[in-house]
T-cell receptor, first 116, second 113 residues
Framework: GAVVSQHPSRVICKSGTSVKIECRSL??????MFWYRQFPKQSLMLMAT?????????EQGVEKDKFLINHASLTLSTLTVTSAHPEDSSFYIC????????????FGPGTRLTVL | SQQGEEDPQALSIQEGENATMNCSYK?????LQWYRQNSGRGLVHLIL?????REKHSGRLRVTLDTSKKSSSLLITASRAADTASYFC?????????????FGTGTRLQVML
C-alpha cells in the first residue's frame, strides 16, 4: 500500500526555537494532506488541512501563525512549530488520502516533539 | 466538539477471547472507519463501513453500524497478543477535495498471553 513518511521521528528543542516537521507521500501524489496532534493517551485532533499550491485551512482554535504549513509539492507538506513552548510538546501525525476522492487515509508514523 | 465517544476506554482480555469496542458519534456521516494505533506510532486503516451498510467483515474483524443510534462496534475475534493497540473510530466530513476525519476517544486494548 501507499506509504507516508515523516521526518524527524523525534525532536527535542529549547523553548523559543522553531521546529520543522516534514510529511512525504512516497509513492503517490497528495494534493491534500492533514496534520493532527495527539496528546498522551488521547485521541487525534485535526489541526489543519494542507493544500498543494494554496493556503492551508486551519481548524477552529489552531493558531495559523504558530503552526505554519507549507505544501509546496504534490509529495511534501511541512509543519513548522514557531517559537515552541513546552505546551507544544506533543505527537504530530500527518495523513494523506489514498486517492482522488477516496475515503481512507494513509498516516505517517508520527513525530514526537519535546520542548524543554 | 464533534469528537465521538468510545467505550470502553480500556479493555484487557486473554488471548483467544473476543474483544468488542463501541463508538458513538454525533453528526450524520458518509462512512465510519476504524483505525489501529500501536503505541507511539501512526495509524493503520482497518475497515470502512458506509452509511448504507449495517455490517462488514474483514478477516477476524467485524464492524456493525447503526445510523439510527449513531453508533458502531468493532469486534475482534480470537484475539492475539499482537492485537494489543489503541483502536479509534473515525467519521468523515467531505471538504470538497478530501474527507476530513474526526476521531473518537479510542479504546486501549491489551491482550494477555
Amino acid at each position: 500500500g501507499a506509504v507516508v513518511s515523516q521526518h524527524p521521528s523525534r525532536v527535542i528543542c529549547k523553548s523559543g526555537t522553531s521546529v520543522k516537521i516534514e510529511c512525504r507521500s512516497l509513492d503517490f501524489q497528495a494534493t491534500t494532506m492533514f496534520w493532527y496532534r495527539q496528546f498522551p493517551k488521547q485521541s487525534l485532533m485535526l489541526m489543519a488541512t494542507s493544500n498543494e499550491g494554496s493556503k492551508a485551512t486551519y481548524e477552529q482554535g489552531v493558531e495559523k501563525d504558530k503552526f505554519l504549513i507549507n505544501h509546496a509539492s504534490l509529495t511534501l507538506s511541512t509543519l513548522t512549530v514557531t517559537s515552541a513552548h513546552p505546551e507544544d510538546s506533543s505527537f504530530y501525525i500527518c495523513s494523506a488520502p489514498s486517492g482522488w476522492l477516496t475515503d481512507t487515509q494513509y498516516f505517517g508514523p508520527g513525530t514526537r516533539l519535546t520542548v524543554l | 466538539s464533534q469528537q465521538g465517544e468510545e467505550d470502553p476506554q480500556a479493555l484487557s482480555i486473554q488471548e483467544g477471547e473476543n474483544a468488542t469496542m463501541n463508538c458513538s458519534y454525533k453528526t450524520s456521516i458518509n462512512n465510519l472507519q476504524w483505525y489501529r494505533q500501536n503505541s507511539g506510532r501512526g495509524l493503520v486503516h482497518l475497515i470502512l463501513i458506509r452509511s448504507n451498510e449495517r455490517e462488514k467483515h474483514s478477516g477476524r474483524l467485524r464492524v456493525t453500524l447503526d445510523t439510527s443510534k449513531k453508533s458502531s462496534s468493532l469486534l475482534i475475534t480470537a484475539s492475539r497478543a499482537a492485537d494489543t493497540a489503541s483502536y479509534f473510530c473515525a467519521t468523515d466530513r467531505y471538504t470538497g477535495t478530501a474527507s476530513k476525519l474526526t476521531f473518537g476517544t479510542g479504546t486501549r486494548l491489551q491482550v494477555m498471553l
